[in-house]
């Protein structure tokens, strides 16, 4: 490290009130941006549950969908003339929706039951235990290991419950890649039983799922659709319309924006303040580190050096801070949603160096104004 460098990391480091005041402002404001933008992470992933648990290359939709979960039932000649679109190399049925269970104490649960392709079982979750194929077997539903598992009494294989006045019975333990957003446990089962045990609307087709031949394919089928009268989506497309209707058509993304601003003020007022306090305070020595030959770029150099030095180690605090508190949540928390993402991160360091800049541009100016002939006069 220059000299100069040693200097002002000594400078910054010998006045250790100051120095742990910047700190915890850079590393509270670093904390409140990465826990509020992780829980909305969080909560835009389950929203999004079921598309990223079933896949499928391409889903086709009536075009008012905003989210997966309010579906509208598409007419079963959909399904035949999906399937006969040049490009498509096959197509099935999902069934996507709510039914209430009376558990084996008697208690009732509300839960999402997905209803799988007869034929094929497109969209089948991992098996814990037990098999797929028992899902064949009379009254069988496979029940999803997730956060709200143990809101359907931890069942096990053979646990018996009644669904609309029908028996249904667990024939198996799954596992899937994300819960659902609103603490509801799911169920699996077959297309047609999903239909024949909960009651349904003259269209009974909640989404066609498309596996396009290649994926050059994939712009032919959507205008197909779309010349229809219908959406087609790809996977990833779909995820980005659900998230953008929680961003922008609902009250969260507003809400996130505000705690957001909120978490960046509060450290650049904290750290801003306290780091020209620390300017002032070090008049004296800036000042006769310039009259024994110190630039006015060395000055400046050791300025950035302080306020970088103390960004990094407050962003590199936050961070694990964060870390370890939605880690801790996440343990004893199942339906805690939060995750951290490289966009949560890179927002968060970008409001730190912004923080940064700003802290050190007010030392700047306030050091380069030092004339060492009125600090020796003093």
Not at 101 to 123: C, R
Request: aromatic fraction near 12%; charged fraction near 15%.
């Amino acid at each position: 490290m220059p000299g100069i460098l040693k200097i002002a990391y000594k400078l910054l480091a010998n006045d250790r009130a100051r120095f742990v005041a910047l700190l915890i402002g850079i590393t509270f404001a670093v904390f409140l941006m990465i826990a509020v933008t992780s829980m909305f992470s969080g909560t835009l992933k389950r929203a999004s549950a079921t598309v990223i648990n079933i896949g499928g290359s391409i889903w086709v939709m009536d075009p008012s969908i905003q989210t997966v979960a309010n579906t509208i039932p598409l007419p079963d000649y959909i399904l035949d003339e999906v399937r006969s679109i040049p490009g498509v190399k096959y197509a099935v049925p999902l069934y996507a929706g709510a039914a209430l269970l009376k558990l084996h104490d008697g208690a009732y649960q509300s839960a999402n039951i997905v209803g799988l392709d007869d034929t094929s079982l497109f969209g089948r979750p991992a098996m814990l235990s037990g098999n797929i194929a028992d899902i064949f077997a009379e009254s069988a539903f496979i029940a999803v290991k997730d956060s709200e598992f143990y809101k359907l009494e931890n069942p096990t294989i053979g646990t018996d419950f009644e669904i609309n006045d029908h028996r249904g019975v667990i024939v198996g333990i799954a596992k899937v890649a994300s819960s659902g957003l609103f603490g509801v446990p799911t169920l699996y089962t077959t297309y047609y039983r999903a239909l024949y045990y909960i009651p349904n609307m003259r269209f009974t087709i909640s989404y066609i799922l498309v596996e396009p031949k290649t994926s050059a394919e994939v712009k032919a089928i959507k205008q197909q659709v779309a010349a229809a009268g219908y959406l087609a989506l790809t996977k990833d497309e779909f995820i980005a319309k659900i998230s953008n209707f929680y961003k922008y058509q609902t009250g969260f993304g507003v809400n996130l924006m505000l705690m957001t601003v909120i978490s960046f003020i509060i450290g650049l007022s904290i750290s801003g303040q306290t780091f020209y306090t620390f300017i002032l305070e070090n008049l004296e020595r800036f000042g006769a580190l310039k009259a024994i030959g110190a630039t006015s770029r060395d000055l400046v150099y050791m300025i950035l050096f302080q306020a970088a030095f103390v960004a990094v180690t407050g962003f590199g605090i936050g961070v694990g801070l964060c870390t370890f508190i939605i880690w801790l949540a996440r343990a004893y928390l199942p339906d805690y949603a939060a995750i951290m993402t490289f966009p949560n991160l890179s927002l968060a360091f970008g409001m730190v160096v912004v923080i940064a800049a700003i802290s050190s541009y007010v030392g700047v100016r306030k050091v380069l104004t030092i004339e060492p002939f009125d600090i020796f006069r003093g």
